[in-house]
């Protein structure tokens, strides 16, 4: 992919729900929060379960 559209993606990509979440200011930013809790859990389950596995499969090499 042509390096000058990924930074326009890129850039679309942050500018359209910083946007969106300062033109309704309480809704969003409070479902953002729930919603980058819940991913940040799951992410911190996933990586433990990550680095078990890699554990495992290095105790068996």
């Known amino acids: 992919m042509n390096k000058w559209l990924e930074i326009l993606l890129g850039l679309i990509l942050i500018i359209v729900p910083v946007g ?3 033109s309704t200011w309480p809704l969003w930013w409070t479902n ?7 991913g940040l859990f799951w992410g911190l389950i996933g990586l433990g379960l990550l680095f078990l596995l890699l554990g495992i499969s290095d105790l068996k090499g």
């Open 20 to 22: 969106l979440a300062l």
């Open 32 to 38: 953002a929060l729930i919603v980058l809790t819940g």
